[in-house]
């Protein structure tokens, strides 16, 4: 299969949106293969010890990926915790036409780098107010799949 089948459907905003964050706070972003029509068009963004996995499907979802000291891999969903953090400020800039994806892509986009830089510069503050959201949720990695794309980018 060419590269251009293989192109994320949102590799546009991605590149728009998620490159500059990624330059400006030292990440790597990374497309990763579409294995599962479920998690369309997943893509990361690569810390030093963390990562973070965007997919979109009905909907982006957003999950905080690290490697415990016991050497299990731990995964937080924290779409929730980065959509309450959305304001007028980040909305104004959408433009709400056809395309929820592409919207909730932005949407994220501006709201991790307007509220969350300290946690795309890798500090773990940010998860005591986690802990605390009534919908919090996380889990040790379990799947073979999701292991396998984890263990490049966290040793």
């Known amino acids: 299969?060419?590269?251009?089948?293989?192109?994320?459907?949102?590799?546009?905003?991605?590149?728009?949106?998620?490159?500059?964050?990624?330059?400006?706070?030292?990440?790597?972003?990374?497309?990763?293969?579409?294995?599962?029509?479920?998690?369309?068009?997943?893509?990361?963004?690569?810390?030093?010890?963390?990562?973070?996995?965007?997919?979109?499907?009905?909907?982006?979802?957003?999950?905080?990926?690290?490697?415990?000291?016991?050497?299990?891999?731990?995964?937080?969903?924290?779409?929730?915790?980065?959509?309450?953090?959305?304001?007028?400020?980040e909305r104004s800039k959408v433009r709400y036409i056809d395309d929820d994806i592409r919207d909730a892509l932005i949407l994220q986009a501006l709201t991790l780098q307007n509220y969350w830089k300290s946690l795309l510069m890798g500090d773990r503050n940010w998860i005591a107010e986690f802990n605390r959201c009534p919908w919090h949720h996380e889990e040790d990695v379990t799947l073979d799949d999701e292991i396998e794309m984890l263990r490049p980018y966290l040793k």
């Open 1 to 89: 299969m060419g590269r251009m089948e293989m192109k994320n459907r949102y590799y546009d905003i991605i590149e728009e949106y998620y490159r500059p964050l990624a330059e400006k706070f030292g990440l790597k972003l990374v497309y990763l293969e579409q294995r599962d029509y479920r998690q369309g068009n997943p893509f990361l963004l690569v810390g030093k010890d963390f990562v973070l996995k965007f997919y979109t499907f009905d909907y982006v979802k957003l999950y905080y990926y690290k490697k415990g000291s016991n050497g299990k891999y731990h995964r937080r969903d924290i779409v929730n915790l980065i959509a309450l953090s959305c304001a007028d400020r």
